[in-house]
């Protein structure tokens, strides 16, 4: 079992940051890959980013902009998010893929979630 909880999000105006943290407990937290996906009102959930070991995957609405990082130490998963805009505003989510294989793109992949925490991005 893996318990992931999210932290961080909030209110933030457009061009602001914020750092979302996932701590994870459980299991070996280094040994897979861990993503975040995002879900807004109204929309399907997407995937935001993923890492694998020191590969980074973005989708490209988020490139250059998010940067997506893992302290194994810590168990924790960061998302750095820089220049907000009011697209950005979702429910955040990680999730941990614990099996090996297969993609990172799609939520099917993912094994564990975490509970989400709120993004608004709105001045």
């Known amino acids: 079992q893996v318990q992931l909880v999210e932290s961080g999000g909030g209110l933030v105006q457009p061009g602001g940051s914020l750092r979302l943290s996932c701590a994870a407990s459980?299991?070996?937290?280094?040994?897979?890959?861990m993503g975040w996906f995002r879900q807004a009102p109204g929309k399907e959930r997407e995937f935001v980013a993923a890492?694998?070991?020191?590969?980074?995957y973005y989708t490209d609405s988020v490139k250059g902009r998010f940067t997506i990082s893992r302290d194994n130490a810590k168990n924790t998963l960061y998302l750095q998010m820089n220049s907000l805009k009011p697209e950005d505003t979702a429910v955040y989510y990680c999730?941990?893929?614990?099996?090996?294989?297969?993609?990172?793109?799609?939520?099917?992949?993912?094994?564990?979630w975490g509970q989400g925490t709120q993004v608004t991005v709105s001045s």
């Open positions: 459980g299991r070996t937290f280094s040994g897979y890959a």
């Open positions: 890492i694998k070991w020191i590969d980074t």
């Open positions: 999730a941990a893929k614990v099996i090996p294989g297969g993609g990172y793109f799609k939520g099917t992949e993912y094994d564990y």
